[in-house]
Structures are given as structure tokens and as C-alpha cells.
């Protein structure tokens, strides 16, 4: 059985020009840019908005704020969020700063929150990367050294708690590992 889902209207692409520092200077600061969109009526209020990374750097965006949207005056986005280059996260999906409950989400955009929180949830496998916006979680199996070998906590019915966010690092064959990295989240 294929089931179709509808998903909201697009808008046309508008291109972020001028963003490129060109003074070499490289201190990070915040920076406020000018964008023009085609406003189409049939689009109707904007509930979230697509942005791809196409520079060779990842950039934090923290707002955006449509102005003079027609019928609503302005519609804001609050990001805080990386968004880095390149083919694995192509599209980030940002959503207006208006919450609703699961069963009060718009049905033109419930296909695009359900896609984003698939995205953040993971499959539970693979080595994290940095740009990964993963909460997954997985057991403590780190905690160990050459003198000193610990059991794995989490994920047994003697251990099953704690947990911890998920690093993807495999376990020794003995089932420790002598080695303490941490992963923290950009986001």
C-alpha cells in the first residue's frame, strides 16, 4: 500500500549575496543580512523555512524574521542551530516560533516534523560525526582503564541505567575501553 502525504507549498529560492567577509578578517561576531523573497498569496503563512549551506564553512544561525508577510505582519524563526556544508545535511529545516500540540500541527507541515524528528532520533548505529544533530543514547562503555576494568553500565538488567548520548565507539574485545573522549552536541 503507498501512502501519499501532502506537504505544504514551496516558495521560490532566495540567495543569501554579500555574506562573504572579504576584509580578512576572521573574528566571530554576529551579523544581520537583508533578504528579498517572492511572496506568492497561495503559499499562504510560512511554516517553516528550507536553508541550505552551500559556503565551505558551517555558520550558526540564530534568527529570521519575515517582515510584512501579508494578513500577519511579521513571522518569526528562532534557530540557534549549526548548519554546516556539503551533501549529508543538504536541507535544515527551521519552523516558525509558534508551538502546537501533536494533534494541532498543521497537516501540510506534520510530514515535515515527522521527517526532522526521524533525522534526530538516528537508527541507534554508525560513529557520530560533528555535524550530527542526533539525541540517541547508548551505554557507558568507556569508564574503564588497563588497572582498573569496570563493567558497562546501561543497556543490562544488572546495569540498565545509566545512559548517555551515544558516541557510536565499538567496545574492546574484553568489553572496555581505555580510552576517555568526550562528544558534546554543537546544538
Known sequence: MFLYRLRGKRGKEAILEGWIDTSGSVAAEESTYDITFDWDEEIGLP???????????????????????????????????????????????????????PGETPELLRPYREDELVVLRGNGSGLRKERDRVY???????????????????????YPYPRRGRTGRSTTES?????????????
Open 136 to 158: 540517541d543514547y547508548d551505554v557507558y562503555n568507556d569508564l574503564a582503564n588497563k588497572d582498573d576494568p569496570r563493567p558497562i553500565l546501561g543497556g543490562s538488567s544488572e
Open 175 to 187: 568489553g572496555y575501553l581505555y580510552l576517555n573522549m568526550f562528544i558534546l552536541d554543537n546544538d
Open 47 to 101: 511554516g517553516a523555512i528550507l536553508v541550505k549551506n552551500l559556503h565551505a564553512n558551517e555558520f550558526y544561525f540564530k534568527t529570521l524574521t519575515l517582515e510584512d508577510v501579508p494578513s500577519h505582519g511579521e513571522v518569526h524563526f528562532v534557530c540557534n542551530s549549526w548548519v554546516y556544508p556539503g551533501d549529508d545535511n543538504a536541507n535544515r529545516i527551521f519552523f516558525a516560533n509558534k508551538a502546537y500540540l
